[in-house]
């Protein structure tokens, strides 16, 4: 398996472009969830999926977007990026139930 | 609402003794308590999970944690460091509804010196 993939690694975008961040997971997760990761704040929930079909917003949802039209693709939209989206974002699945997550290896993204 | 705290930003141990990284949380209902390690340029790890049964968890690595409902706290262990345990620690709780949120403290960086 190779569990949760993400593309780009790394991405430079200038305010106001827009762009796709992707993921993928190969083990039948229901849950998959986007976040965050700024210095000193930890992780931050983005988005998160409960299934096929079905999203909700998580802590800070303001200016990404997201579907989720098979169980193993969601990808990460940011409509018109802004420096405050400089950071680094991380895509992660897990099984229903009480099960630990699964992270990607992370996008590096800085705006300017 | 959930939250995770984790108050020291840093700790420092030397190599082979025990180490320590706090983690106090605050939930509605039953806690879901994760510990997760992340190396430099990787995505997290997970180390161990506390759901319910015994206070004393053990994980991978040779780390546990230890469950205390009423201080509630899940500080992580480790009886002897590595200095290949050196990382940021990440303590996460997930509440007990359907959707399962995460809360992620803001980590803790562990250095393990020779």
């Known amino acids: 398996n190779a569990g949760v993939t993400q593309t780009p690694k790394f991405q430079v975008l200038k305010t106001g472009q827009s762009m796709t961040l992707q993921c993928a997971q190969d083990?039948?997760?229901?849950?998959m969830s986007w976040y965050r990761q700024d210095p000193g704040m930890g992780l931050r929930l983005i988005h998160y999926?409960?299934?096929?079909?079905?999203?909700d917003q998580g802590e800070v949802p303001n200016g990404y977007n997201v579907s989720r039209s098979t169980t193993e693709d969601f990808p990460l939209r940011l409509l018109s990026a802004a420096p405050s989206q400089t950071s680094v974002y991380f895509c992660?699945?897990?099984?229903?139930?009480?099960?630990?997550?699964?992270f990607g290896p992370g996008t590096r993204l800085t705006v300017t | 609402a959930q939250s995770v705290a984790q108050p020291e930003d840093q700790v420092n141990v030397a190599e082979g003794n025990p180490l320590t990284v706090k983690c106090t949380y605050s939930v509605s209902g039953n806690p879901y308590l994760f510990w997760y390690v992340q190396y430099p340029n990787r995505g997290l790890q997970f180390l161990l999970k506390?759901?319910?049964?015994?206070?004393l968890v053990k994980g991978s690595y040779g780390f546990e944690a230890e469950f205390n409902k009423s201080q509630t706290s899940f500080h992580l262990k480790k009886p002897s460091a590595l200095v290949s345990d050196s990382a940021l620690y990440f303590c996460a709780v997930r509440d007990n509804t359907n959707a399962g949120k995460s809360t992620f403290g803001d980590g803790t960086t562990l250095t393990v010196k020779p």
């Open positions: 506390y759901i319910t049964g015994d206070n």
């Open positions: 083990m039948n997760h229901e849950y």
């Open positions: 992660a699945s897990r099984e229903g139930g009480i099960h630990e997550q699964y």
């Open positions: 999926s409960v299934g096929a079909g079905i999203t």
